[in-house]
């Protein structure tokens, strides 16, 4: 039985204060068992997390950036930020930090009254430097996947901001989306960490295939190189299928950091917005080949608007 009264998409009890509040048939046995191509049924949205083996490298703002142009395109998205004490979403937005995820947490606030939302995308922000979540213990994957079984039928694409690194939390999570976007920067320590990422989920969690997005990268022959060396490793010592999406060009010139959200992150004219949304169309094109249900349910959505 849930932990969700869904005519009031409330939760009916705190969640620290029991073991298995999950859709026994779903929930608990997908993560008991690893059982994570058997997860869904056709036609619930696709998951999409947005990883990394170190942060640092641009994944919080590629998950914003992602799914505001899947909405923008038409698509229901929910976006939730998994680094739940420690959340940029709201604060690259523009937006006062809150304790709304702790009150959802502990059956204060519904699911909607938790989100901020924004056309078609929702998000769900966690919270930052909250006393309680540090203090208590959630089993947070779990949480997040029980939003999952519970609100899939409601969206067509849910982003995943990961934490980065290699906590049990990150790697459930990334081990029951529908897809890994994996963010490598031309750092060293950044492509290490992220092979060893890759390498567990395959190792320890049997996930063999995962979408690799290099950012801040200088020029073509740069790319060429990291690219090589990456497919070229993870195929010799791991042998799973890594798909590169595409790269993410530096910014050219001189732009203070706290001034890259207002002026590259929530805007649209610049090279930023295009290296990501080139990124997104190609992988919506090859998305809706394999899975058309989301295209036949989005169109459905617009003629009925028409």
Not at 32 to 57: E, H, P
Not at 210 to 220: A, E
């Amino acid at each position: 039985m849930s932990n969700f009264d869904r005519a009031n998409h409330k939760r009916t009890e705190p969640i620290h204060k029991t073991q298995n509040g999950f859709d026994s048939n779903k929930s608990d046995w997908l993560l008991s068992n690893n059982k994570y191509s058997q997860k869904k049924n056709l036609g619930n949205a696709k998951t999409i997390s947005i990883s990394s083996g170190k942060g640092g490298v641009g994944k919080t703002s590629l998950a914003l950036k992602l799914a505001t142009i899947l909405s923008n395109d038409d698509y229901r998205v929910l976006l939730i930020d998994c680094d739940f004490n420690l959340s940029n979403t709201a604060v690259k937005l523009g937006l006062p930090v809150t304790s709304s995820f702790y009150e959802f947490l502990i059956g204060e606030k519904t699911f909607a009254e938790s989100l901020i939302h924004l056309g078609k995308l929702d998000i769900l922000p966690g919270c930052n430097g909250h006393f309680e979540l540090l203090k208590k213990h959630f089993d947070l994957e779990r949480i997040i996947i029980d939003v999952l079984v519970n609100y899939e039928n409601e969206y067509d694409y849910i982003i995943l901001d990961s934490p980065a690194g290699l906590t049990k939390e990150t790697l459930t999570l990334n081990a029951y989306s529908d897809y890994r976007f994996v963010v490598v920067t031309p750092d060293k320590s950044s492509v290490t960490d992220s092979y060893s990422l890759i390498k567990i989920l395959s190792k320890e969690y049997g996930v063999n295939h995962h979408h690799l997005i290099l950012n801040q990268i200088s020029n073509q022959n740069q790319f060429q190189r990291l690219v090589t060396t990456f497919l070229d490793t993870a195929e010799k010592y791991i042998g799973c299928r890594i798909q590169v999406r595409g790269n993410i060009k530096k910014i050219q010139g001189d732009i203070a950091v706290d001034q890259f959200d207002s002026q590259y992150l929530l805007k649209e004219n610049n090279s930023f917005h295009e290296n990501i949304q080139e990124i997104v169309h190609h992988f919506l094109r090859e998305d809706e080949n394999l899975m058309p249900s989301i295209s036949l349910r989005r169109s459905s959505g617009l003629n009925a608007k028409l």
